[in-house]
């Protein structure tokens, strides 16, 4: 299905709504309005910050909204996420708009970006949104030692190694990482294995246990587009001595 839409229109909120509903979750009317004014915003800054590749309105509504909000069925209401690379809010906007008792923290590291990011929470009027200005390497001295998160979802890492390897030491017992890829093949079988691999050690938590990553992979197709997607859940279980 392919149709010309304005940004924010009726009928963009309608691709939305009903590809949502392929992907068996409930999109409101007034979520898909927030998800519309958010986009408006995006493409307005979008003229002087690079915010996002994405500017048709057809493939904005797919490529960036369906796809964040893929990983609602997955996550617990009131849990705290973490956004990593989170560019013009993605995952971390749709996923809040979503799931309103989200604790939300949006890591961006790029100083414009980051504006952008408060600007538009402000314009949103969403609150419980925190939005930090700095690298996930850094993210352990910024946080106190008994501070996590509960989920850290990417859609900006590359590769999924380092992803967890600074990711899982920010994460909660019982958290897991959300990693956001594309279509399943060889490249990405190659990273799993190399993460099924990987054991180290929680850094600055109580327990110092020696862990390794479970893995667990869902995939998904966007509506409309046809294109094959990834979910990847890493979480963390201790290693038999």
Known sequence: MRTLVDLGSAEWKTLIIDGAVKLGIEVSEKQAALFGIHAREMMLWNRRTNLTAVTDPFEIAIKHYLDSIAAVPFIKPGVSLLDVGSGGGFPGIPLKIMLPSLRVTLLEARRK???????????????????????????????????????????????????????????????????YKGMRGDKLDAEVAGLEKMTMARIGKQNLAETRPHIDIQSFVLPWMEMERTLIFIAEKEVAR
């Open 113 to 179: 970006r980051a504006s952008f990011l408060k600007h538009v929470m402000r314009f949103l009027g969403i609150a419980d949104v925190n939005v930090i200005n700095d690298r996930l390497e850094q993210m352990n001295a910024l946080l106190p030692s008994d501070a996590g998160f509960d989920v850290i979802a990417s859609r900006a890492f590359s590769d999924l190694e380092q992803f967890a390897a600074h990711a899982l030491p920010l994460l909660n017992q019982g958290g897991c990482l959300v990693a």
